[in-house]
C-alpha cells in the first residue's frame, strides 16, 4: 500500500535550519507531484510548496518564499524541504503529501524557540 | 488568493443524525473543490474531490455537492468514527487554499 514516512523536524533556534524529509513506497514516485502542507498548533492547514514530478517547477507559498526550498531524488523515492532562517512563526506539524492529495505523510513537528 | 470560509465553526450532532457542513468561496473554483477530515494526531484524510467525488474507500454516507462558490459536505447518518475536524480546499488557482475547518462534536 501507499506509504509516506516522514523524518527530520525538532526543536530549531530562530534564524537556524533544518531539513526535513519523506520517503514514498508503494506508487510510482517520479510519476507524481508532491506537496508540503503544515499545520501550526491548534491552527487550520497552510499549503506551503509544491514540486512537479520531475522537479523542474517549484512553487512557493509567500510566506516561505525565499526560505524554504523543496527537492525531491526520484532515484531515492524521496522529497525534501530545506528550511533556512526559520521563524518562529513556521512552528507546525509540516505533512508531505502526493500531488493529487490522496495520501499523506504522518507529520514531523518543527518547532522555532530560542 | 482565494479565501475559503467555513461554517459553522462548531456543529454538534447526535449519532444517527444528519450533518451538513458548509463551504465559501470568495471567487468561483468551479467543482475543483476537496473535503478532508482531521482527526486528533493525524493527517488530514481525503474524502471528496471534485466537489462531489468520493475517495477510494470512502463511505457512501459522505456525499459533497457545490460548483463556484457555494459547497456543502453532508454526512447522511453520523457514525461515532465521523466526530473529527473538516476542512475544505480549493484546487482551482494557486495556491491552493484551505478552509478554517468545522469542528463535529457529539451533541
Known amino acids: 500500500q501507499v506509504q509516506l514516512v516522514q523524518s527530520g523536524g525538532g526543536v530549531v533556534q530562530p534564524g537556524r535550519s533544518l531539513r526535513l524529509s519523506c520517503t514514498a513506497s508503494g506508487f510510482t514516485f517520479s510519476g507524481y507531484a508532491m506537496h508540503w502542507v503544515r499545520q501550526a498548533p491548534g491552527k487550520g492547514l497552510e499549503w506551503v510548496t509544491l514540486?512537479?514530478?520531475?522537479?523542474?517547477?517549484?512553487f512557493y507559498g509567500d510566506s516561505v518564499k525565499g526560505r524554504f526550498t523543496i527537492s525531491r531524488d526520484n532515484s531515492k523515492n524521496t522529497l525534501y524541504l530545506q528550511m533556512n532562517s526559520l521563524r518562529p512563526e513556521d512552528t507546525a506539524v509540516y505533512y508531505c503529501a502526493r500531488g493529487d492529495y490522496l495520501d499523506w505523510g504522518q507529520g514531523t513537528l518543527v518547532t522555532v524557540s530560542s | 488568493e482565494i479565501v475559503m470560509t467555513q461554517s459553522p465553526a462548531t456543529l454538534s450532532v447526535s449519532p444517527g443524525e444528519r450533518a451538513t457542513l458548509s463551504c465559501r468561496a470568495s471567487q468561483s473554483v468551479s467543482s475543483s473543490l476537496a473535503w478532508y477530515q482531521q482527526k486528533p494526531g493525524q493527517a488530514p484524510r481525503l474524502l471528496i474531490y471534485g466537489a462531489s467525488t468520493r475517495a477510494t474507500g470512502i463511505p457512501a454516507r459522505f456525499s459533497g455537492s457545490g460548483s463556484g462558490t457555494e459547497f456543502t459536505l453532508t454526512i447522511s447518518s453520523l457514525q461515532s468514527e465521523d466526530f473529527a475536524v473538516y476542512y475544505c480546499?480549493?484546487?482551482?488557482?494557486?495556491?491552493?487554499?484551505f478552509g478554517q475547518g468545522t469542528k463535529l462534536e457529539i451533541k
Open positions: 480546499q480549493q484546487y482551482n488557482n494557486w495556491p491552493d487554499t
Open positions: 514540486i512537479s514530478y520531475d522537479g523542474s517547477n517549484k
